[in-house]
Antibody
Framework: QVQLQQWGTRLLKPSETLSLTCAVF????????WSWIRQSPGKGLEWIGE???????NYNPSLKTRVTISLDTSRNQFSLKLYSVTAADTAVYFC??????????????WGQGTLVTVSS | DIVMTQSPDSLAVSLGERATINCKSS????????????VAWYQQKPGQPPKLLIY???TRESGVPDRFSGSGSGTDFTLTVSSLQAEDVAVYYC?????????FGQGTKLEIK
């Protein structure tokens, strides 16, 4: 059974870079799409973007200019960087697995979530 | 972007009674080539990530109790809990994966009356 474990920076100041990593246990990065999703009281669940096993990415246009998702196949991990954060980026961030070979799919499983707070 | 609108925002139902949550998409999420509706439903309890319940609008994920069912097509979808149990108290979300970006409903909080 695949499990996702995530970690990263939890407290940031405005203009800094958010950095999170998600490790995949019990399975391989191969053949699947891997996503980052965030949840804030104001905007609910918001899909940030995804990467597939070959490193091809697709981002939400609302965040595209500030996001990079990358892959480390040797460590079976993928990562999120969100640049120039503001208080509006305060949220719980989740990693999640998407579809096998297909981009449009439900998400399962999810990581445990990381609360990231942006405050001066 | 496809907007997913859930109703109601909150719902209180007696134990053993039926709970019905609705989700409406701003455009059809039925893909004509395979006749599948690209909608999923999730359950989220406090301090936990969302848990997949239903995909393809009506296919129950393995291990999900059969009191949970999904229905609908095109733009209108429903999640039904046929006989509410105490452990079903949670927030429920619909999700469309028909087109990018993926989008979610705002959530429906289900409580015990």
């Amino acid at each position: 059974q695949v499990q996702l474990q995530q970690w990263g920076t939890r407290l940031l100041k405005p203009s800094e870079t958010l950095s999170l990593t998600c490790a995949v246990f019990g399975g391989s990065l191969s053949d699947y799409y891997w996503s980052w999703i965030r949840q804030s009281p104001g905007k609910g669940l918001e899909w940030i973007g995804e990467i597939n096993h070959s490193g091809s990415t697709n981002y939400n246009p609302s965040l595209k200019t500030r996001v990079t998702i990358s892959l480390d196949t040797s460590r079976n991990q993928f990562s999120l960087k969100l640049y120039s954060v503001t208080a509006a980026d305060t949220a719980v961030y989740f990693c999640a697995r998407g579809g096998m070979w297909i981009q449009l799919n439900w998400f399962d499983p999810w990581g445990q979530g990381t609360l990231v707070t942006v405050s001066s | 972007d496809i907007v997913m609108t859930q109703s109601p925002d909150s719902l209180a139902v007696s134990l053993g009674e039926r709970a019905t949550i609705n989700c409406k998409s701003s455009q059809s999420v039925l893909y004509s080539s395979n006749n599948k509706n690209y909608v999923a439903w999730y359950q989220q309890k406090p301090g936990q990530p969302p848990k997949l319940l239903i995909y393809w609008a009506s296919t129950r994920e393995s291990g999900v109790p059969d009191r949970f069912s999904g229905s609908g097509s095109g733009t209108d979808f429903t999640l039904t809990v046929s006989s509410l149990q105490a452990e079903d108290v949670a927030v429920y979300y619909c999700h469309q994966y028909y087109s990018s970006p993926n989008t979610f409903g705002q959530g429906t909080k289900l409580e015990i009356k």
